[in-house]
Nanobody, 123 residues
Framework: VQLQASGGGLVQAGGSLRLSCAASGRTFSSYGVGWFRQAPGKEREFVGAISWSGRRTYYADSVKGRFIISRDNAKNTVYLQMLTLNPEDTAVYYC?????????????????WGKGTQVTVSS
């Protein structure tokens, strides 16, 4: 599975962005997908994840209620809708995939990583 995140950019605090994670591979629809981010000088952190079916989602406390993950398996794409952004959300955002359950991706890590996309939130 190959992944590519896109949709990043510069946005003012309070604004929104939608990231996309496009995947190749016929079995992508059977993979759990997660989003992670890494801010300058900080470790990469879990943002959220979505099950292969899209019926289950999981979020870090820091983004719960502001970020929404969805997927369109017909398009081999997973989305991260980010609302009410604040400067602390500034980071490079990565999507990642696991053949195991999406609920394992935070603890066990993914098998595949995509290249990141930069999100910058100005105050």
């Amino acid at each position: 599975v190959q992944l590519q995140a896109s949709g990043g950019g510069l946005v003012q605090a309070g604004g929104s962005l939608r990231l996309s994670c496009a995947a190749s591979g016929r079995t992508f629809s059977s993979y759990g997908v997660g989003w992670f981010r890494q801010a300058p000088g900080k470790e990469r952190e879990f943002v959220g994840a979505i099950s292969w079916s899209g019926r289950r989602t999981y979020y870090a406390d820091s983004v719960k209620g502001r970020f929404i993950i969805s997927r369109d398996n017909a398009k081999n794409t997973v989305y991260l809708q980010m609302l009410t952004l604040n400067p602390e959300d500034t980071a490079v955002y990565y999507c990642a995939a696991t053949p195991r359950g999406a609920d394992t991706i935070q603890a066990w890590g993914p098998d595949y990583w995509g290249k990141g996309t930069q999100v910058t939130v100005s105050s």
